[in-house]
């Protein structure tokens, strides 16, 4: 279970939940079992993303019982990577472990990652050697990938997970992030290019059901590629200029016809078809700009990428031991949440 110099470091596991209250206990039972002779100090971030199924009261009970784990409330639903973004700006060690709340990513697997992580990488993924979801859940998976590898621009986004261990440092980087839309895979590219990968295991879920669906894999597809690269803009660069070229040889078509016959070409439906075509590509590509648009407003808003509620953690007198813990909310948190030292 150990790892080469594992001892002398620090680590900070931090994990979005999400109406998982039926998991959380197990889920803190083999991450002490696998971090206690892993690490020389260690906590757990408990980020509760308002699931409302009383996940939070189950995380204070953990608060409560354990010095190491400190619990965040969102004020709402903002999603997987606002939570993320959250608990990585709350870590306190120099290296964050994030994984999922429903016990897919085995806590066993972490070892492997710090291995690979002490090679001298930054960002280590734990990709799955199978995962364990549905097929429209992961060819929605997969297209996500896709959209990520160009909004990237980094080969290792095929292999990116929810199971990753990058050096804290990182998130320097985005500090200043304070966007609604966030993807924290995108985010850690903006501090290193040393991303590396282990193939680990992907266990079946066994309690509750997966919250992501096509439709949200896709709708996050869409705003990390408009949200973090030019790419849409390019494309409707591309399709003006293909277009325009078209547009010249229905011109030269029409003259070619005009000279060779004396006439004009003859037909509704062809004038039609054109006006069709190029209307369609006009407001396509005015779709797009909208859409960058809108995320300008949005920024111009000010609107924080989360908000937090209440913080759970141990008191630091009781640091080490086993005593009663301190719930106390947070006064806001727009770019990081209040109280504290900067989402995949």
Not at 160 to 169: D, G, I, M, P, Q
Not at 200 to 213: C, E, I, K, L, M
Not at 248 to 256: D, K, P, Q, R, T
Not at 289 to 299: A, C, K, N, P, T
Request: charged share 20%.
């Amino acid at each position: 279970m150990s790892a080469p110099a594992g001892r002398a470091r620090s680590l900070s596991v931090v994990v979005p939940v999400y109406r998982s209250r039926g998991t959380l206990n197990e889920l803190h039972r083999r991450l002490e079992n696998v971090l206690v002779p892993l690490v020389h100090d260690f906590e757990i971030v408990f980020v509760e993303d308002c699931g409302g199924d009383g996940s939070w009261e189950t995380i204070r009970e953990l608060v409560e019982t354990h010095a190491r784990v400190r619990g965040i409330r969102l004020s709402r639903n903002y999603g997987q990577h606002n939570a993320l973004l959250c608990g990585i700006r709350a870590a306190r060690f120099d290296i964050v472990v994030t994984l999922d709340d429903d016990l897919q990513n085995p806590p066993e697997e972490i070892p492997r990652l710090l291995r690979k992580l002490d090679e001298g990488y930054d960002v280590v993924y734990g990709t799955p050697e199978r995962e364990q979801h549905g097929l429209f859940r992961n060819l929605a998976s997969q297209v996500t990938k896709f959209v990520l590898q160009n909004a990237m621009g980094a080969s290792i986004a095929r292999r990116v997970s929810a199971f990753r261990a990058f050096r804290t440092h990182l998130r320097n980087a985005f500090v200043n992030y304070h966007g609604p839309y966030v993807s924290i895979d995108v985010l850690l590219t903006w501090g290193t290019t040393r991303f590396a990968y282990v193939v680990v295991a992907h266990d079946p879920r066994t309690v509750g059901a997966s919250n992501y669906t096509m439709r949200k894999l896709i709708t996050h597809a869409l705003n990390m590629v408009t949200g973090f690269s030019t790419g849409p803009l390019q494309l409707a660069s591309i399709i003006g200029f293909s277009f325009t070229l078209v547009g010249f040889l229905a011109l030269a078509y029409v003259l070619g016809v005009y000279f060779v016959n004396g006439g004009s070409v003859p037909g509704f439906a062809f004038l039609a078809s054109m006006i069709a075509i190029f209307a369609g590509a006009q407001l396509f590509a005015l779709g797009i700009i909208g859409e960058y648009l809108s995320r300008m407003h949005f920024r111009s808003m000010d609107r924080p990428p989360y908000v937090v509620l209440d913080e759970a953690m141990a008191d630091a007198r009781a640091a080490g031991s086993q005593q009663d813990a301190v719930i106390s909310p947070s006064k806001s948190a727009a770019g990081g949440p209040a109280g504290y030292a900067s989402g995949p």
